[in-house]
């Protein structure tokens, strides 16, 4: 069972807790069985308000879980709203629409007081890779406006892993690449910044990027290391 994180715990004992709980989102465990119709998943285009009910319906049921489990319940749940994206059948419009239902309903989790079942629900999120997610857990990463310095640490993991290989457009990257420059300024913690800064690297060799794109981001990557390097 992982331990319980306070405001108390020493940052070093902090890191090691949330990257054991990042290691099981990220591990080799066998999938779970579907628990949305594959007409669903494979659909192209809008989904009708009856599929949009049923894949709403989904999301509920595993979110009360997040927030309400023990933690046999709430590792069941994640795995669950993590079986779509990993479905061959899944498409990228059912994902866009899935990404929206999801982030809309972990919302209280994210900005709740249990750090754990955040960390855990903001896993969920970073796992549907879209430019959406992603932009929500750069979000999480503003020190002005979360103060939860182990959940910025928690997402700055899981957006450096995510920025490895998602699908953004110019002014998608352009946006992700401002605020992690901006934010890694403002940080205290050392070990988010460093993750910030490889978060920018990982773009810049993200080969579903555009290469002018990749570039900017390098760019401020090695800019991010002279201001850090500095201060």
């Known amino acids: 069972m992982i331990p319980l994180i306070s405001n108390r715990t020493p940052i070093h004992a902090v890191a090691i807790i949330v990257l054991a709980v990042l290691a099981l989102g990220f591990g080799t465990r066998d999938v779970l069985a579907q628990s949305i119709d ?16 049923e894949v709403s319906e989904f999301v509920s049921e595993h979110a009360d879980s997040l927030r309400t489990g023990d933690a046999e319940q709430v590792e069941r749940a994640r795995l669950e709203l ?31 007081d249990d750090t754990l079942r955040a960390i855990n629900a903001i896993q969920v999120i970073s796992f549907l890779q879209t430019p959406d997610s992603f932009e929500k857990m ?5 020190p002005a406006k979360n103060k939860n310095q182990t959940l910025r640490l928690a997402a700055s993991g899981l957006v450096q892993r995510m920025a490895e290989d998602i699908q953004l457009n110019r002014g998608q990257v352009q946006f992700a690449t401002r605020e992690l420059q901006q934010y890694s300024y403002s940080e205290g913690n050392w070990m988010i910044v460093l993750q910030e800064i490889e978060a920018l690297g990982n773009l810049s060799l993200n080969r579903k990027i555009e290469s002018d794109s990749r570039a900017s981001a390098l760019k401020a990557q090695i800019d991010t290391l002279g ?4 201060r």
């Open 138 to 142: 750069i979000d999480l990463l503003d």
């Open 82 to 112: 993590f079986q779509p994206t990993r479905n061959p059948s899944t498409t990228k419009s059912f994902m866009l629409e899935y990404s929206t239902i999801v982030i809309d309903q972990l919302r209280p989790i994210v900005t709740g």
């Open 227 to 230: 201001v850090v390097v500095d």
């Open 38 to 53: 594959n007409e669903i998943l494979s659909k192209n285009g809008k989904l009708t308000s009856q599929q949009l009910e």
